[in-house]
Protein backbone atom coordinates (compact mmCIF):
# COMPACT_ATOMS: atom_id res chain seq x y z
CA UNK A 1 0.00 0.00 0.00
CA UNK A 2 2.70 2.49 0.63
CA UNK A 3 4.43 1.63 -2.46
CA UNK A 4 1.58 2.50 -4.38
CA UNK A 5 1.39 5.80 -2.60
CA UNK A 6 4.84 6.45 -3.17
CA UNK A 7 4.75 5.56 -6.77
CA UNK A 8 1.80 7.74 -7.25
CA UNK A 9 3.77 11.02 -5.89
CA UNK A 10 6.81 9.68 -7.87
CA UNK A 11 4.40 9.99 -11.02
CA UNK A 12 3.03 13.39 -10.39
CA UNK A 13 5.91 14.66 -9.80
CA UNK A 14 7.22 13.41 -12.96
CA UNK A 15 3.80 14.53 -14.85
CA UNK A 16 4.12 18.23 -13.29
CA UNK A 17 7.55 18.85 -14.10
CA UNK A 18 7.09 17.40 -17.66
CA UNK A 19 4.26 19.78 -18.34
CA UNK A 20 5.99 22.38 -16.79
CA UNK A 21 4.98 25.58 -18.99
CA UNK A 22 8.06 26.80 -20.85
CA UNK A 23 9.65 30.60 -19.77
CA UNK A 24 8.76 33.38 -21.57
CA UNK A 25 10.79 36.78 -21.88
CA UNK A 26 9.29 40.20 -21.24
CA UNK A 27 8.52 40.85 -25.26
CA UNK A 28 7.25 37.35 -25.00
CA UNK A 29 9.63 34.91 -26.42
CA UNK A 30 10.15 31.70 -25.45
CA UNK A 31 13.47 31.46 -23.36
CA UNK A 32 16.19 28.78 -23.80
CA UNK A 33 15.73 26.39 -20.27
CA UNK A 34 18.16 26.77 -17.34
CA UNK A 35 17.54 23.99 -15.08
CA UNK A 36 19.96 21.42 -16.83
CA UNK A 37 23.13 21.73 -18.82
CA UNK A 38 21.68 21.35 -22.24
CA UNK A 39 18.35 21.91 -24.32
CA UNK A 40 16.54 18.79 -26.04
CA UNK A 41 15.68 18.91 -29.42
CA UNK A 42 12.54 16.62 -30.85
CA UNK A 43 14.54 16.26 -34.10
CA UNK A 44 17.96 14.70 -32.72
CA UNK A 45 19.97 17.82 -34.09
CA UNK A 46 23.11 18.99 -32.29
CA UNK A 47 20.71 21.58 -30.80
CA UNK A 48 20.16 19.01 -28.37
CA UNK A 49 24.11 19.58 -26.77
CA UNK A 50 23.32 23.32 -26.52
CA UNK A 51 24.29 24.81 -23.67
CA UNK A 52 22.63 28.65 -22.96
CA UNK A 53 24.94 30.87 -23.84
CA UNK A 54 27.52 28.27 -25.77
CA UNK A 55 28.26 28.60 -29.36
CA UNK A 56 30.37 25.74 -29.42
CA UNK A 57 27.41 23.39 -31.07
CA UNK A 58 27.59 25.95 -33.95
CA UNK A 59 30.38 23.84 -35.08
CA UNK A 60 27.96 20.95 -36.21
CA UNK A 61 25.81 22.70 -37.59
CA UNK A 62 24.22 21.68 -40.82
CA UNK A 63 21.82 24.26 -42.80
CA UNK A 64 18.81 22.59 -44.42
CA UNK A 65 18.59 22.59 -48.23
CA UNK A 66 16.12 24.80 -49.70
CA UNK A 67 15.72 27.09 -46.35
CA UNK A 68 16.32 30.41 -46.16
CA UNK A 69 19.09 31.50 -44.21
CA UNK A 70 18.63 32.71 -40.83
CA UNK A 71 20.86 34.16 -37.45
CA UNK A 72 22.18 30.71 -37.41
CA UNK A 73 23.44 30.69 -40.64
CA UNK A 74 25.13 34.29 -41.00
CA UNK A 75 26.94 34.13 -37.70
CA UNK A 76 28.67 30.54 -38.80
CA UNK A 77 28.98 32.56 -41.97
CA UNK A 78 31.25 35.18 -39.41
CA UNK A 79 33.29 32.54 -37.81
CA UNK A 80 34.04 30.49 -41.22
CA UNK A 81 35.10 34.05 -42.59
CA UNK A 82 36.84 35.09 -38.98
CA UNK A 83 40.97 35.57 -38.85
CA UNK A 84 40.30 32.70 -36.20
CA UNK A 85 37.58 30.43 -37.76
CA UNK A 86 38.50 27.11 -35.89
CA UNK A 87 39.44 25.35 -33.16
CA UNK A 88 42.45 24.19 -34.00
CA UNK A 89 43.15 27.98 -35.14
CA UNK A 90 42.58 29.05 -31.63
CA UNK A 91 44.40 26.07 -29.59
CA UNK A 92 47.24 27.40 -31.99
CA UNK A 93 46.97 30.92 -30.97
CA UNK A 94 46.48 30.03 -27.38
CA UNK A 95 49.66 27.72 -27.00
CA UNK A 96 51.72 29.87 -28.81
CA UNK A 97 50.56 33.07 -26.80
CA UNK A 98 51.24 30.87 -23.69
CA UNK A 99 54.47 29.70 -24.59
CA UNK A 100 56.27 33.30 -25.64
CA UNK A 101 54.48 35.41 -22.34
CA UNK A 102 55.94 32.56 -19.83
CA UNK A 103 58.85 31.73 -21.49
CA UNK A 104 58.02 28.04 -22.65
CA UNK A 105 55.85 24.62 -21.98
CA UNK A 106 55.97 22.44 -19.76
CA UNK A 107 55.87 19.05 -21.27
CA UNK A 108 52.81 18.10 -19.34
CA UNK A 109 50.76 20.88 -21.09
CA UNK A 110 48.17 20.53 -23.61
CA UNK A 111 45.17 22.90 -24.69
CA UNK A 112 41.82 21.75 -25.76
CA UNK A 113 39.00 24.17 -26.75
CA UNK A 114 35.82 24.08 -24.09
CA UNK A 115 33.83 26.64 -25.50
CA UNK A 116 32.66 29.37 -28.18
CA UNK A 117 30.96 32.34 -26.66
CA UNK A 118 29.30 35.88 -28.40
CA UNK A 119 30.33 38.95 -26.56
CA UNK A 120 28.09 41.54 -25.68
CA UNK A 121 30.20 44.07 -25.27
CA UNK A 122 33.04 46.01 -27.33
CA UNK A 123 36.79 45.97 -25.99
CA UNK A 124 38.54 47.63 -28.32
CA UNK A 125 41.50 45.97 -29.76
CA UNK A 126 39.98 42.92 -28.74
CA UNK A 127 36.40 41.95 -29.76
CA UNK A 128 33.13 43.67 -30.62
CA UNK A 129 29.76 43.16 -29.34
CA UNK A 130 28.48 40.23 -31.34
CA UNK A 131 32.07 38.54 -31.88
CA UNK A 132 32.38 34.92 -31.31
CA UNK A 133 35.22 33.87 -28.40
CA UNK A 134 37.50 30.50 -28.49
CA UNK A 135 38.05 29.66 -25.24
CA UNK A 136 40.80 27.40 -24.67
CA UNK A 137 41.65 25.85 -21.76
CA UNK A 138 45.69 24.81 -20.96
CA UNK A 139 45.95 21.70 -18.85
CA UNK A 140 48.46 20.27 -16.76
CA UNK A 141 48.59 16.88 -16.38
CA UNK A 142 45.26 14.62 -16.86
CA UNK A 143 42.43 17.08 -14.72
CA UNK A 144 44.12 20.18 -13.66
CA UNK A 145 43.17 23.51 -15.20
CA UNK A 146 46.71 25.57 -15.93
CA UNK A 147 45.12 28.44 -17.55
CA UNK A 148 42.42 29.58 -19.75
CA UNK A 149 42.61 31.60 -22.78
CA UNK A 150 39.91 33.62 -24.28
CA UNK A 151 40.81 33.90 -27.88
CA UNK A 152 38.52 36.53 -30.14
CA UNK A 153 37.54 34.96 -33.97
CA UNK A 154 37.47 38.84 -35.04
CA UNK A 155 41.14 39.52 -34.11
CA UNK A 156 42.93 36.33 -33.15
CA UNK A 157 44.01 38.65 -29.63
CA UNK A 158 44.28 36.38 -26.25
CA UNK A 159 43.13 37.52 -22.82
CA UNK A 160 44.52 35.04 -19.89
CA UNK A 161 41.79 34.31 -16.82
CA UNK A 162 44.72 33.42 -14.69
CA UNK A 163 48.48 34.72 -14.19
CA UNK A 164 50.90 33.46 -16.57
CA UNK A 165 53.75 31.31 -14.61
CA UNK A 166 56.96 30.34 -15.96
CA UNK A 167 57.22 26.20 -16.56
CA UNK A 168 58.56 24.61 -12.89
CA UNK A 169 57.16 27.57 -11.11
CA UNK A 170 53.94 26.02 -10.70
CA UNK A 171 52.14 26.40 -6.98
CA UNK A 172 51.13 22.90 -5.39
CA UNK A 173 48.03 22.62 -3.29
Same mark, same amino acid.
Given at each position: ????????????????????????? @? *???????????????? *??????????? *?????? *?????????? +?????????????????????????????????? @??????????? +??????????????? +???? =??????? +????????? =?????? @???????????? @??????
Amino acid at each position: MLHNALARVVFATCVTIACRAPAVG @G *DGARMPASDGPAREDS *DGSPLARVVPG *DYLWLL *DYKPRAGVQP +GPLETLLGRLRESKVPTAAKAEGIAWDAKRRAAG @GIDAQEHARVV +GLVRSAVTIPGYASR +GDLI =WIVRIFF +GPREVLQEA =WVSSST @GAVRWIFPLEKP @GSKQTP
